[in-house]
């Protein structure tokens, strides 16, 4: 009874503790994340252009670390490590280069704030230049970052060697971060608010799938055509099926479906002849919402909302989720969606959501081998001008999703205005499982004449066969989802190289696809499939790079896809067309540890320019 009762004691004691820290530091820390899954290990930190300071509060009276991975490995991990031991907090900067005891970094970048124990808990405030330009240390920008934690129980006697940290043993993992993401200053909410929740009704996940897409339409709240704003959207996961539910997108429909079903009913697989035909006319509607794993809650900044209840509105939505069950689990039930935050308090501008990236299908190839692999697309300003035309203003971008499957690891969305490129948002350490709506630091806006271009960098090493784009989880995709105002009636703006130079670089001289696809030349590849064509390449890494340049130097066919209510004509495909890629002039992000150098190099390169001058011009008279 007495160990039962210290049990309680403890188990109260350290829920209490984590509450009144967590709450202490609200306004201090503008992030917050727990990174395991008991919550023993919680770290806090903000940031500004030069430096990020962190706060670890750790179940534990050892020693406490914290590691930037390149992959969530230790070999090439930035580590600190500290502990409290007879009152005084101690600090390490460490690097690893194996998966071994971390050696002591001769530079000591990382620097104590403060530290302290008590009887359950270390808490350790320290803080790092976001740019150290120490050949041990990491970056730290708004790429993914995979950190990685560990603890023991036991203090050091020396910070590395045999008495340095004893091996942490279980306590440690790693979780994928966006250190530097922006926050939507947290505005208080109208009082006259209300929700609505759209979640799935007990869907039985299927076994024998990797990946399952299943849809369901909900009827939305009654507002007698009364326009609201959608200001918040919080996501209501199924305990236990975090892993499973990978993202989810909510159309509202173009009119009201003819199949209706009981509010008990599951829904149907997509795209499948079980699901009704009119709920496939949802897609041709706007898209409500796009949330996926590790996105959490979505604030909309105070000049926006989605708008709902409009005298248009068909009042029904198609909710499309993406279930990720790679161990082929079977009886897993869910029940997971999203709740709404509502109000009729309209702010100044409609938000609206579309995608642009390569189009869905066959024809997006990733080839086996590759180091990294480029597939890009874009959108047509022949597409998107017509739209901003009828809106009658450009449109700013506040938010975006940068989308791929498993083999992408460097994705960007960039803008090409008056031949120059400018990057709206990108991660060169994207990883699958962290989908991100990353507020835009600055909003961007898009003008008539604009070029919007997405690229994904692929990494295929480990695979032996060619991976074609679809909507399974072992297929690949490449789009961005762009969160915007004012709303316009632009759904889609993609684009995909034409069929011919993929069938060129296989060795196809000629081919028909009347009534079907045939190849006609060479005779040696008469008879083959497109399947067999592409898997038909010698892949390697050099391969690979010169498929993607052979690609990249070619026509694209570009697509439009917008909302019926508009006055714009994309269904009669004349804003679809043949066009090389489009390229701009990219300028070199500019390299804080050579910058000084680099500013003072140019004047004494022109001073020699000068003289050179002079020289010949003395030589020469």
């Known amino acids: ?133 120490d050949d041990n240390d990491r970056v730290i920008n708004e790429d993914t970052m995979r950190v990685i934690w560990a603890w023991n129980d036991a203090d050091p006697e020396d910070e590395s060697g045999p008495s340095g940290p004893a091996y942490h043993g279980p306590n440690k993992g790693v979780r994928s971060s966006i250190l530097l993401s922006q926050v939507v200053p947290e505005t208080a909410l109208p009082t006259n608010t209300a929700t609505f929740d759209l979640t799935m009704r007990n869907v039985s996940i299927p076994g024998d799938h990797h990946t399952t897409y299943w849809c369901r339409t909900f009827k939305l709240p009654e507002l007698n055509g009364t326009k609201h704003h959608i200001v918040k959207i919080e996501p209501v996961i199924t305990p236990g099926n975090e892993g499973a539910v990978h993202h989810l997108l909510i159309y509202k429909c173009k009119r ?73 689990l079977s009886d897993i039930y869910d029940s997971s969606g999203l709740r709404f935050t509502y109000t009729p308090d309209l702010r100044e501008y409609d938000i609206g959501i579309f995608e642009v990236g390569q189009t869905v299908g066959g024809q997006h190839v990733v080839p086996p081998g590759a180091e990294n692999f480029i597939s890009a697309a874009f959108c047509d300003p022949q597409c998107l001008n017509p739209f901003l035309e009828e809106l009658g203003q450009p449109i ?52 008539p004449g604009d070029t919007l271009v997405m690229e994904c960098n692929y990494r295929t090493t480990h695979k032996d066969n060619v991976v074609y784009g679809g909507i399974g989880t072992p297929n690949e995709m490449c789009m961005d989802f762009i969160f915007y105002y004012p709303r316009f009636h632009l759904h889609n703006c993609d684009s995909t190289p034409v069929w011919e130079r993929t069938l060129s670089f296989a060795g196809v001289e000629d081919y028909t696809t009347d009534p079907s696809f045939q190849v006609l030349a060479p005779a040696h590849l008469v008879n083959k499939s497109y399947e067999e064509l592409v898997e038909g390449v010698q892949w390697t890494n050099p391969k690979a790079q010169e498929f993607s340049s052979h690609l990249l130097s070619g026509n694209f066919t570009s697509f439009c896809y917008g909302d019926p209510a508009s006055s714009v004509d994309t269904s009669s495909g004349q804003l679809s067309r043949r066009i090389p890629f489009p390229r701009g002039t990219r300028t070199p992000p500019e390299d804080a540890c050579t910058r000084t150098t680099s500013s003072a190099t140019y004047p004494l390169v022109s001073a020699l320019h000068v003289l050179v001058a002079v020289f010949l011009a003395l030589l020469y008279s």
């Open 1 to 133: 009874m007495a160990k039962l009762c210290r049990s309680f004691y403890q188990a109260t004691f350290t829920f209490v503790f984590a509450v009144l820290v967590s709450v202490g530091n609200a306004d201090y820390f503008t992030h917050h994340e727990a990174l395991d899954e008991a919550g023993k290990y919680n770290l806090f930190w903000k940031f500004d252009d030069e430096k990020i300071e962190f706060e670890a509060q750790v179940q534990t009276t050892g020693w406490v670390g914290l590691g930037l991975s390149p992959n969530g490995g230790m070999p090439g991990s930035d580590i600190v490590m500290g502990w409290v031991k007879d009152g005084k907090a101690h600090l390490t900067d460490l690097y690893a280069n194996a998966k071994s005891q971390p050696s002591v970094d001769e530079s000591q970048d990382w620097e104590l704030v403060s530290g302290y124990e008590n009887g359950t808990h270390t808490v350790l405030r320290f803080n790092r230049k976001l740019t150290t330009c």
């Open 256 to 328: 009201n479906p003819d199949t209706l079903v009981p509010e008990e009913h599951a829904g149907h697989n997509c795209y499948t002849p079980n699901m009704p035909p009119d709920w496939r006319e949802c897609y041709l509607g706007t898209l409500i919402a796009a949330w996926a794993i590790g996105t959490g809650d979505i604030l909309y900044p105070e000049h926006v909302g989605y708008p709902i209840g409009e005298e248009d509105d068909s009042g029904y939505a198609l909710v499309e989720m993406h279930y990720d069950n790679p161990q082929m």
């Open 396 to 447: 700013k971008i506040f938010a975006n999703v940068l989308h791929a499957h498993l083999l992408g690891v460097q994705l960007n969305l960039r803008l090409i205005r008056d031949g120059v490129e400018t990057y709206v948002s990108r991660d060169d350490n994207y990883d699958f499982n962290l989908q991100f709506v990353r507020q835009l630091k600055e909003e961007l806006t898009v003008l």
